[in-house]
């Protein structure tokens, strides 16, 4: 494991960002862990695909007491983890590792914050609602994950036909969508606008533009979800046990 940007320090407690390119720093997370823990330290862990299994080694060594994931050993750590938490196991990826009394665990906060939107909105594993995934993004796993923990059946529909398709019947309750062109998005936005079924829409992409198509719904944007998985991070890195 290769720390970047080694520096002296004062820390009792050793946090790190792990990733196969030159991690980014997230300062505001940074700032939280030495709110809670004053003498804790964030640093830079770049690793290449072939060392990943020895980071675990690494961390009990080195003392450190959890990791954000970032890249793609959100996926390829996976296989390395002695467990994983619910929504993990269904994504197939982690963004934060955390020690526990017996070992360590990964967990995707991104898909815990999706879920705490969930539960917020009514959503219960008796509903057996139901949702459509429309698109592509690189961040259906975790809302897929979160999706699948709470029973919900999901089906993925990939193209404009299939929306044309979906408009002619009933929406279902949940509709997350990826990129999308244009043409695909007014479709979808109309049959959620025409149907009489209150919708829950995860928006993923960059740039919502659901409240512009003349008609509010509650939404959970791509920014919402990674601002609380954040959070939800801190907490359980700082969290003993």
Do not use: Y
């Amino acid at each position: 494991m290769k720390k970047r940007n080694l520096r002296k320090f004062n820390a009792d407690t050793i946090f790190g960002t792990l990733s196969d390119k030159h991690p980014v720093m997230n300062r505001w997370t940074e700032k939280e862990l030495k709110t809670i823990l004053p003498k804790a330290v964030l640093l830079p862990f770049q690793v290449d695909k072939k060392h990943l299994k020895n980071v675990l080694t690494c961390m009990q060594l080195m003392d450190v007491m959890g990791l954000l994931v970032e890249g793609k050993h959100k996926k390829n750590i996976v296989k390395h983890l002695p467990m994983l938490d619910e929504i993990a196991k269904h994504a197939k990826t982690v963004d934060t590792i955390i020690r526990t009394k017996q070992s360590f665990k990964g967990i995707n906060s991104q898909g815990l914050a999706c879920l705490k939107w969930l539960e917020d909105s009514g959503i219960k594993k008796a509903d057996h609602s139901n949702a459509i995934v429309v698109g592509k993004s690189t961040f259906f796993g975790p809302v897929i994950g979160a999706l699948k923990a709470k029973e919900v059946k999901a089906r993925h529909i990939k193209t404009s036909s299939g929306i044309t398709v979906i408009s002619k019947k009933r929406i279902p309750k949940i509709v997350v969508i990826g990129n999308l062109d244009t043409s695909s998005t007014k479709k979808l936005f109309l049959a959620i606008k025409n149907s009489c079924k209150k919708t829950l829409i995860i928006d993923l992409r960059e740039a919502s533009r659901g409240t512009k198509m003349g008609f509010q719904t509650p939404c959970l944007k791509l920014r919402d979800i990674l601002n609380e998985s954040l959070k939800i991070s801190v907490k359980l890195l700082t969290k003993k046990g």
